[in-house]
C-alpha cells in the first residue's frame, strides 16, 4: 500500500520510518534517481509529515486538517523552503540560495534554513532540479550541508549522484530511487485518471522506463506519427539532413509556445533515435529484431545499408549528447541543426559495413 500517495518506494519510506523513530534522521539528504518516479512527492510528504501540529514525525502519519499540513499542501507554510530551477533558466539561479545585491547572504534558502522556525518545530528545505546547480550555487551549499542548523533538514532532488559536486556527495545521506515497474506505471495512470483505457496505459508503461511522467509524454499521438517519419529517414543510405532538420524543428515548435513541451518532445525525439541505433547494432550482433514491427523493419534496413557498427555506435552517442544538451537549455534550434548534421555525417561519410 502506498504511503501518502508514494507508489513504488516502500523500502525507502521504511529506511525513513526507521530513522525517525530513532530521531536519527540525517540533516542533509540527496534523493537520486530517474524523473517521473516520485521522488519530489516523497520529499513533500516527509517535509509535511515533519511539520504537522497533530502527530509527531515518527508516526509517520500527517494529519491532513491542522494548519501546518495545509499551508505545507498549499505550499504556503513559513517553514517550507522549495526551490527549483526556472523554466526559463539553465541552472539555478545563485540568488535563490543567498539573494542578491544588498540581500546578498541575507535572503534565499540557505538563509532562511539557518532562522529560527516560524512556527516552532521544524525547518525543511527542497532543492528540485538539484543536477543544475552550478559550481558556486552547489558551493555555497557546503557549509549548510555539513553543520546543519538544529531541527532543520535539506533536501537535494537529483537524477544521479555523479551530477553532484563530489563535496555534496561526500556531505548528504544518498537516498536512492529505483524506475517503478510497468505494472505500477500503468496503475498509477489509471487510478489517478491521467489515462482513460486501462490498455493503453500498459502500452504507455512499456515504454515508460518507469517513469509516470515519460508515460505522460508518450501519450502524445502526433509524436507517434512523426517517430515514423524521424526513424524511416534515419534508416535511409544517405540522411537529408537539412529536410530531417527543417521537419524536426518544425514538429518540435508545434508543440506550443512553452519551452516545457517543446523539451519534451525534443527529449523523446533523441531518445527514439538512440534506441533505434542500439537496436541496429543489436541486429547485427545476434539478428535481434524489437518487439515493434514497425521498428524492425527500419532497423533491417539501417543494418543492412548503414555504415560499419563504429560508426553506428557513435550515433548512439552523439543521441545522448543531444539528450544531455536538452536538459541543459541550450538553444533549440542551434541543438537541432547541429544534432541532425552530425548524425547525417557519421551515417553518410562512412563506408559501408
Known amino acids: 500500500m502506498a504511503w501518502q500517495g508514494v507508489y513504488g518506494h516502500d523500502q525507502v519510506v521504511e529506511q525513513f520510518g526507521r530513522a525517525l523513530a530513532r530521531r536519527r534522521l540525517g540533516g542533509s539528504l540527496l534523493l537520486v534517481g530517474p524523473p517521473g518516479v516520485g521522488k519530489r512527492t516523497l520529499a513533500e510528504k516527509l517535509a509535511q509529515t515533519l511539520l504537522c501540529m497533530q502527530h509527531p514525525p515518527e508516526a509517520m502519519d500527517p494529519c491532513q486538517i491542522c494548519p501546518a499540513c495545509r499551508q505545507a499542501v498549499a505550499g504556503t507554510h513559513p517553514d517550507l523552503l522549495v526551490v527549483a530551477k526556472p523554466q526559463e ?8 540560495l543567498i539573494g542578491e ?19 516552532g518545530g521544524w525547518k525543511v528545505g527542497i532543492i528540485d532540479d538539484a543536477d543544475f546547480l552550478n559550481e558556486e550555487g552547489a558551493n555555497c ?18 537524477t544521479s549522484p555523479a551530477k553532484q559536486l563530489p563535496t555534496i556527495r561526500s556531505r548528504c545521506q544518498i537516498v536512492r530511487f529505483r524506475p517503478l515497474s510497468p ?25 515508460s522506463q518507469g517513469s509516470v511522467g515519460r508515460a505522460l509524454e508518450l501519450a502524445d499521438e502526433e509524436l507517434w506519427q512523426f517517430r515514423n517519419t524521424l526513424l524511416e529517414r534515419l534508416s535511409q543510405p544517405n540522411i537529408d539532413g537539412l529536410k530531417l532538420t527543417t ?8 508543440a506550443g509556445k512553452d519551452a516545457p513541451p517543446r523539451r519534451a518532445r525534443l527529449r523523446n525525439l533523441a531518445s527514439f533515435a538512440a534506441e533505434f541505433y542500439r537496436h541496429v547494432l543489436r541486429y547485427r550482433c545476434a539478428t535481434a529484431e524489437p518487439d515493434d514491427p514497425q521498428l524492425a523493419q527500419y532497423v533491417r534496413q539501417a543494418a543492412a545499408v548503414g555504415p560499419d557498427s563504429q560508426r553506428v555506435a557513435e550515433c548512439v552517442d552523439r543521441c545522448l549528447l543531444a539528450a544531455e544538451q536538452i536538459e541543459r537549455n541550450v538553444h533549440q534550434d542551434t541543438l537541432i541543426a547541429a544534432w541532425i548534421d552530425d548524425l547525417a555525417q557519421l551515417w553518410n561519410a562512412a563506408p559501408l559495413r
Open 89 to 96: 533558466k539553465s541552472e539555478i539561479p545563485l540568488s535563490l
Open 101 to 119: 545585491g544588498e540581500t546578498r547572504m541575507r535572503a534565499g534558502l540557505v538563509y532562511e534554513l539557518g532562522l529560527r522556525s516560524y512556527m
Open 141 to 158: 551549499l557546503l557549509k549548510v550541508l555539513e553543520e546543519p542548523p538544529p531541527q532543520s533538514l535539506l533536501m537535494l532532488i537529483g
Open 183 to 207: 505494472e505500477l506505471v500503468a496503475t498509477i495512470l489509471v487510478q489517478r485518471g491521467l489515462v482513460a483505457e486501462a490498455a493503453e496505459a500498459h502500452r504507455l508503461a512499456q515504454l
Open 247 to 254: 521537419a524536426t524543428d518544425e514538429f518540435v515548435k508545434q
